[in-house]
C-alpha cells in the first residue's frame, strides 16, 4: 500500500480561514494545520519512516516556493505559528525573526536598537549607562528624576 504525497495529506489537515489576520488585513486569510502541533504551536509532519517529522510551514513554503534559503529562517508574518500559508512566510535571519518577535528576546533585541530613552534624550556618548540586567539608563532622565525626588522629600519634611 502506497502512502498519499505529504502535500496531500499535509492540505487534508489544513483549515483555510476567511479572514485576514487582524493586525495584518493586507494578507491573505491563514491556512490552519489541525494535525499535531509542538509546544511552540508549530504544526509537525511525518515525511516518512526514513526522514521523521518536520515543521509544516517548512514544507508548505518549499512546495510552493522553493528551497528555504542556507543561513535563513521562516517568519510568520502573520504571527501565527499553526498557519502554514507559503504567502505569510519570509525568508530572514535569526536576528530579523527575534526581532519580529513577540517574546521577551524580542524586546530586548527592539530596545538594543533604540537610539532615544523614552523622554528623546539620546543614547550616546556618556548619557546613558548600563544596569546590572545590561539595561540602558538615560542619565539625563535619572538626574532629573533624582532632583524631583529630593524636592519632594524636602518639601515633606518642611511640612
Not at 535569526?94 to 533604540?114: K, L, S
Request: glycine fraction near 8%.
Amino acid at each position: 500500500m502506497s502512502r498519499r504525497p505529504v502535500i496531500e495529506r499535509l492540505m487534508a489537515k489544513v483549515v483555510k480561514e476567511t479572514n485576514a489576520p487582524a493586525h495584518r488585513p493586507d494578507l491573505a486569510p491563514c491556512w490552519i494545520w489541525t494535525g499535531y502541533c509542538n509546544p511552540f504551536g508549530h504544526g509537525n509532519i511525518t515525511l516518512s519512516a526514513e526522514e521523521g517529522r518536520a515543521l509544516v510551514h517548512r514544507v508548505t513554503y518549499q512546495h510552493a516556493i522553493g528551497p528555504i534559503p542556507k543561513g535563513l529562517e521562516l517568519d510568520h508574518l502573520c504571527r501565527v505559528p499553526s498557519c502554514c500559508n507559503p504567502a505569510h512566510l519570509e525568508a530572514v535571519t535569526h536576528a530579523e525573526n527575534v526581532r519580529r518577535g513577540r517574546g521577551g528576546e524580542a524586546a530586548r533585541a527592539r530596545a538594543a536598537t533604540r537610539t532615544h530613552c523614552t523622554n528623546g534624550h539620546a543614547y550616546a556618548g556618556e548619557n546613558y549607562r548600563i544596569t546590572p540586567l545590561g539595561r540602558r539608563r538615560c542619565r539625563v532622565c535619572a538626574r532629573e528624576w533624582a532632583s524631583r525626588k529630593r524636592t519632594q522629600m524636602r518639601e515633606g519634611a518642611a511640612a
